[in-house]
């Protein structure tokens, strides 16, 4: 655990390290100063945003704390592998959202062409999720037993039902960015605490049932939650602005 926690951690020093040197490289005459007024100022408009970061957290971990508490190790393991290989698909998502928020959705000023960028920008991402889950759906067991080898196969069907989950988080990366582009970071907290309890009161219930499929089945309904949530606002303030 040690080691591990090392690895991660250097690997943000090393970003932070990135971040600093870039920013030095372009304001090397005034890289350096300080505002009281402006740091607490950031401070306030920053702190929603943090707390939902740790809330999002919480949510992409509920499964695994529930599944700790009704399963054995055994059937934790072959679940964890499963979700293990689904975060690097996951993550394309906020990636490719946050490459082209600042071009076509955070430099608009008109909220007609913002939203028309959010709806083609959710088509691409929609597109490529569902790209990326027949991809899954033929080569999971390979890329599984590549890394975990045969006594994991067990996984498989748990990683191709996950990859399904892929296409309702790429959706709501899209739609976020009007969220983020409004500076709604109470909505946002609002929304992914809201999410953590619909998707761990469904996760419990589902769990005693259905048991590992359990859990993919009450994060789907998480999802699920955030994305009508996602369009219920987006849709709402579409429609106030038309008037």
């Not at 964890?80 to 600042?102: M, T």
């Not at 008109?110 to 959710?122: A, H, P, Q």
């Not at 890394?147 to 069907?157: T, V, Y």
Request: proline share 2%.
């Amino acid at each position: 655990i040690f080691y591990f926690a090392s690895i991660y951690t250097f690997e943000y020093i090393l970003s932070a390290a990135g971040l600093f040197f870039l920013y030095w490289s372009k304001n090397k005459d005034t890289w350096f100063c300080f505002d009281a007024n402006y740091c607490i100022n950031l401070f306030k408009k920053s702190f929603p945003f943090w707390i939902g970061w740790v809330v999002v957290f919480a949510f992409q971990k509920i499964d695994l704390i529930i599944l700790r508490q009704f399963s054995d190790d055994y059937h934790l393991g072959i679940y964890s592998a499963a979700s293990q290989l689904i975060l690097p698909i996951i993550g394309i998502a906020p990636i490719i959202s946050s490459s082209v928020a600042p071009k076509y959705v955070f430099s608009e000023k008109d909220d007609k062409l913002v939203k028309k960028n959010i709806y083609f920008i959710m088509f691409l991402m929609f597109s490529l999720a569902l790209a990326i889950c027949f991809f899954v759906q033929i080569c999971s067991g390979f890329i599984l037993h590549a890394l975990f080898g045969q006594k994991f196969s067990a996984s498989i069907p748990l990683l191709k039902n996950m990859a399904w989950l892929s296409v309702l988080i790429f959706v709501d990366s899209s739609l976020s960015l009007y969220l983020l582009n409004k500076g709604m970071s109470i909505v946002i907290f609002f929304k992914w605490l809201t999410a953590l309890l619909v998707a761990g009161v469904a996760n419990i219930l589902l769990v005693q049932k259905y048991h590992l499929y359990g859990v993919i089945y009450g994060n789907a309904i998480g999802y699920i939650y955030i994305c009508l949530f996602d369009f219920a606002f987006f849709l709402r303030n579409n429609a106030t602005s038309n008037k």
